[in-house]
């Protein structure tokens, strides 16, 4: 989500909406890094 914020200047809140409305839409699955637990998020498509 940071890198998100980072990359577009929106807030918080508004980049963990988005993220969620394209993880419903099925566009992104979310997933966390197995070492660090950090959160990730998969677009598939895009890859």
Known sequence: MTQGVMSTGASFTEVEGLLK???KSGYARIDNDPV???VTYHFDELS
């Open 36 to 38: 660090t637990g950090v």
């Open 21 to 23: 409305e394209i993880m």
